[in-house]
């Protein structure tokens, strides 16, 4: 039976499913090799070499694991609609401009988190991957404008220009970017352990939605305009990011319905590389085919990094040789 558990954990490496449906399909494989072996035994072979039969009959593990993905890896329409309402959200609040009304912005992303933590308690099923990147969102937003002590501090000590900022504030950042680094790297880590693509659909807003952050808050007094909520400039690139989450919701529906891992692959690299692209070229004002091109190219590197980060926590989780 080692064996037998060998070649189950080689199916389990490569399967990818959520832990519940993970363990039927193990339990479902144990339970098949179980009365092949007991067919085997009864015609006389011993047990190593019924063992050697029944996996020989099995087939490769990652052509079981594959088959078994498709059996069980594609969610109903519910899964879909459930996985597709955060873009769904973000982009009625840029179509719509509410998205300058802070009371409002808090109405919409609280519900996010919340259902996100809930959520990865349960360990529930892939919708929760989409939820997470906008759950993630407002941490990375109050960590980029809270750069600006450390920065202002970091320029006093090298330069000695300008004034540091007081410790306790440095020492509650320090916490918060601590706090923040972590709470990525380890849903990042948590998601790749289990596929790759995961990760990739987690993180696929977060780029554009950086760039779009970086633009805006180049407005004066930005922080201002925002709690005044009245400032219809800073709506110029509402129109181009609300049919970029559309499309994000579009590819997220599809990642859920269809079976085969790489039409999900193609659909999250496609949108992330083709619209994440020109969203950004929409909200820098036209790059040029060559500006277009480097874009694309540093969107696919962002998207195709996931997939070298399972390979190595792959690697690591192998039990060493003696």
Known sequence: MSDVSAYLDQVRTHLHLDPLTERRVISELATHFQEKLSDLRSGGLAEEEASREAIASFGQPKTIARLMYEAFGRGSWIDALIGCQPHLVVAALFATHLWRHPLLLSA????????????????????????????????????????????????????????????????????????????????????????????????????????????????????????????????????????????????????????????????????????????????????????LLAVAACFMLFLVCPFALHAYLEREGRPKEA
């Open 108 to 291: 919409a992303f609280l519900p996010i988190t919340v259902v996100t933590l809930l959520a990865w308690r349960r360990g529930a099923a892939n919708w929760l991957y989409s939820w997470t990147g906008y759950a993630l969102l407002p941490l990375l937003i109050v960590t980029y404008f809270s750069v600006e002590p450390v920065a202002r501090t970091v320029s006093f000590l090298v330069g000695g220009s300008g004034a540091p900022a007081p410790f306790w504030h440095l020492a509650g950042l320090a916490t918060f970017f601590t706090f923040t680094l972590w709470l990525v790297v380890s849903a990042t880590v948590r998601a790749a352990k289990r596929d790759w693509i995961l990760v990739s659909l987690m993180l696929l807003p977060l780029p554009v939605l950086v760039v779009w952050i970086a633009s805006v808050s180049r407005t004066d007094d930005f922080l201002a305009a925002l709690m005044r909520g009245l400032e219809a400039r800073l709506s110029q690139w509402d129109e181009a990011m609300a049919f970029f989450c559309a499309t994000l919701a579009a590819a997220t529906a599809l990642f859920m319905r269809v079976r085969r891992r790489s039409l999900k692959a193609g659909a999250i690299m496609a949108v992330g590389i083709v619209g994440g692209a020109l969203a950004v070229s929409s909200i820098q004002g036209g790059l040029g085919l060559f500006g």
